[in-house]
């Protein structure tokens, strides 16, 4: 009824009664410009996958722990541009390739794209997966609308509005939320 609606808990100075402010309408921040790193589960399916972390991890096995993560995500983000975003079209060709086959002479080919196409189902189940996060997943069809649906769902809900830094102020810009979280996590993952 209200997709952009949120909460904020009020402080009470005297109480132990905390007011709670319902905003319908709050300001809308403009999508980032740069999306975040998020380890797709699919890539575990891609043989190439090993051979990226590894090389990644040895030409930084010099810096600390939050530096090569940060340069193996980057090149993640690189590997998947060049080798991950094309399973769909994967998908639709494999399909093709199989009506074009079917009934044709040659068994083993046909046999051999409805391994490639498994597989493929298999990679965007995987996806889709991840994405709904449904703990009934398993008893579902493969790649219904439900999931696609859910995943859209929890996108719109999984929104970050502002966070605390160390001082206790609130920072609600894009860079500065940014800044505030890797500040945390360089902290956390500090060699002591």
């Known amino acids: 009824m209200f997709p952009n609606a949120n909460l904020d808990n009020l402080v009470a100075p005297s109480s132990d009664h905390y007011r709670i402010l319902l905003n319908r309408e709050p300001s809308i921040r403009p999508c980032r410009a740069r999306k975040n790193f998020k380890f797709e589960n699919a890539w575990r399916l891609k043989p ?19 530096t090569r993560l ?39 080919l046909f046999e051999s794209l409805q391994r490639k196409m498994t597989q493929l189902l298999v990679q965007e189940d995987v996806y889709w997966k991840q994405r709904a996060k449904s703990h ?10 439900f999931f696609h649906a859910s995943a859209t769902a929890r996108k719109k809900v999984n929104k970050i509005l502002f966070l605390e830094d160390e001082a206790g102020v609130r920072v609600t810009d894009d ?16 060699a002591k």
Request: contains cysteine.
């Open 136 to 145: 009934w997943y398993k008893e579902g069809n493969l790649n219904n609308k």
């Open 70 to 108: 940060g340069g193996c995500a980057e090149e993640l983000k690189h590997w998947s541009k060049t080798h991950c975003n094309q399973l769909r079209l994967d998908i639709e060709e494999c399909r093709r390739n199989l009506a074009r086959f079917r009934g044709s002479d040659d068994a083993e």
């Open 175 to 190: 860079n500065g939320m940014a800044s505030v979280a890797k500040g945390y996590f360089d902290e956390l993952f500090r």
């Open 48 to 66: 190439s996958l090993k051979e990226v972390v590894q090389n990644c991890w040895q030409q930084q096995s010099e810096s600390d722990l939050v």
